[in-house]
């Protein structure tokens, strides 16, 4: 059974920091890519950061890139979500996201908050 465990989110200012965690269990997940998205109040969930397996190749959306930073530790079946710089647009719930075998698996979801 697919799961994810998302903690890290929160209140802080912009020009802060927070890094986001996504624990994964039920799967090998040294096997899949994982994504990051989110959804802000009003607006329809969009992708975030992308890596594959092994962590060589990364993507990001236009909005977050030199600001974001997405990363994965296998030997802690563990992806992360640096973000730097936020800004009170970036208020979001942010998903860790992964497909496998053909179905798509999302965690709980983790609120970030950047507001002074």
């Known amino acids: 059974q697919v799961q994810f465990v998302e903690s890290g989110g929160g209140l802080v200012q912009p020009g802060g920091s927070l890094r986001l965690s996504c624990a994964a269990s039920?799967?090998?997940?040294?096997?899949?890519?994982m994504s990051w998205y989110r959804q802000g109040p009003g607006k329809e969930r969009e992708f975030v950061a992308g890596i594959n397996n092994d962590g060589a190749n990364t993507n990001y959306a236009d909005s977050v890139k030199g600001r974001f930073t997405i990363a994965r530790d296998n030997a802690k079946n563990t992806a992360y979500l640096q973000m730097n710089s936020l800004k009170p647009e970036d208020t979001a719930v942010y998903y860790c996201?992964?497909?496998?075998?053909?179905?798509?698996?999302w965690g709980q979801g983790t609120q970030v908050t950047v507001s002074s």
């Open positions: 996201y992964t497909v496998r075998g053909g179905f798509g698996y």
């Open positions: 039920g799967f090998t997940f040294s096997n899949v890519a």
